[in-house]
């Protein structure tokens, strides 16, 4: 294990609000990058409900880029590129990715609990993601998913706001529009705005950063 993943599986206690297992999910994300020498990553909840999409939980990835290349493109190469073989996508998808920096690829399956999520690693060079490390980031990917997953339900318990709402507010507290909200999300910008008007609405904020301030001040996200 690398001096940097071995940090983090002792910095990983146990988060005691929604924003603290968000932090430290983002953390351990950037230390898997310098530990497999990515420059990019993109963690997916692949556990879609009806009628929706699989949705991002984490990422660095350029804006445009996802716009661009479509997060389903994304989904198929993340969950088809086993770190096993390395595969690479079609040539069509890899000008694309490459365009953007995506030129080696890992794609890293997770669970957490009953839940399945994706890590999709990239660098801008070919030959430069490691291995040695995988397992270790798979346990690692999965307490912190854990924690995140559990903080959010104990939140749900104790307000109004669904997971969605919940979601879309903490996207437009990290600076996203509401187009991006939704290509994050996987949903419609008319599907996102009807979230972040119905969070409005519950907490009884008279715009979003009054949400925003609210959720925060009360742990939701």
Known sequence: MSAALHASSGALAMPSTVQDARRDLVELMHQICSDIRADRYMLIDLTARAGEKARIVASNWIYDAIDLIGLDLIVRVAVRNPVEAQALPAPVEAELLAGYGHVDLMGIPLRAGSKRYALLLSAEATGRLV?????????????????????????SNNDPLTERERECLFWVA????????????????????????????????????????????????
């Not at 270790?136 to 924690?147: F, I, N, P, Q, T």
């Not at 600076?175 to 008319?190: C, R």
């Open 131 to 155: 291995t040695r490390a995988v397992s270790k980031v798979e346990l690692l990917c999965g307490y912190a998913l854990s924690m995140l997953a559990g903080k959010l339900g104990t939140a």
């Open 174 to 221: 990290e600076g996203k529009t509401t187009e991006e909200v939704g290509v994050i999300l996987g949903v419609s910008t008319s599907t996102a705005n009807s979230h972040l008007t119905n969070a409005i609405q519950k907490l009884g904020a008279r715009n979003r950063a009054l949400a925003i301030a609210t959720a925060i001040r009360h742990g939701l996200i």
